[in-house]
């Protein structure tokens, strides 16, 4: 089956600076890439995805490159602001429903 | 807005106890999921629910069963509960229609420990 590596584990910047979190996956069948956001307290959010025939996707500060050669895409955050501290996860799915998930990544923008 | 709630936000239980853990969507979504979520180790699919009354295992079934007799409710059940089955338990549901893909929308999680 499917599986998917998400690095780093946890990551800190300061805030104003760019956050990159990277995915690698194993199924070469997998078309859809989400990224979810989980605060503390609450259950995972959708914050953007991608679909295997696009490159890159942009919503505002955030983007996300699609490498399907390689197998691997990545979360880009710009200008982080403390409210983007938070867990993330990225995921794919290689059929309409499933998703496998990435580990997660901490993600700490410090004031 | 679409709303998936979850019974418990926290539930003790005893070793041996056979446990319900319910979710209810309000956005008439055919799929619903069920998630073990813990540290170091992401999101686990334990059940999906295509339909009302279908069902299918997901990676980590073992230990656990569902069902799902109304389209809005779907329930996870631990026949009998033991201590590495505590975790938080994320539900999800997705709706068919719009597409090939479509978000899953999670409610906020039961964290459940069985001593």
């Known amino acids: 089956g499917e599986n998917v590596e998400q690095h780093p584990s946890t990551l800190s910047v300061q805030e104003g600076d760019s956050a990159v979190i990277k995915c690698t996956y194993s199924?070469?069948?997998?078309?859809?890439f989400p990224w979810y956001k989980q605060e503390l307290g609450k259950g995972p959010q959708l914050i953007i995805d991608?679909?295997?025939?696009?490159g890159e996707k942009k919503d505002q500060r955030i983007a996300v490159t699609l490498n399907k050669t390689a197998k691997h895409f990545s979360l880009h955050i710009t200008e982080t602001q403390p409210e983007d501290s938070a867990v993330y996860f990225c995921?794919?799915?290689?059929?309409?429903?499933?998703?496998?998930f990435g580990k997660g990544t901490l993600l700490t923008v410090n004031p | 807005d679409v709303k998936v709630t979850q019974s418990s936000r926290y539930l003790v239980k005893r070793t041996g106890e056979k446990v319900f853990l319910e979710c209810v969507q309000d956005?008439?979504?055919?799929?619903m999921f069920w998630y073990r979520q813990d540290p170091g180790l992401g999101l686990r699919l334990i059940y999906f629910?295509?339909?009302?009354?279908?069902?299918e295992k997901g990676d980590i079934p073992e230990g656990y069963s569902v069902s799902r007799e109304k389209k809005e409710r779907f329930s996870l059940i631990l026949e009998s509960a033991s201590t590495n089955q505590t975790s938080m338990y994320l539900c999800?549901?997705?709706?068919?229609?719009?597409?090939?893909?479509?978000?899953?929308?999670f409610g906020p999680g039961t964290r459940l420990t069985v001593l």
């Open positions: 995921a794919a799915s290689p059929y309409r429903y499933k998703l496998t």
């Open positions: 991608i679909r295997s025939n696009v």
């Open positions: 956005m008439d979504h055919e799929n």
């Open positions: 629910s295509y339909d009302v009354k279908m069902k």
């Open positions: 199924d070469s069948a997998s078309n859809y």
């Open positions: 999800a549901s997705r709706p068919v229609a719009g597409g090939s893909y479509n978000e899953q929308f």
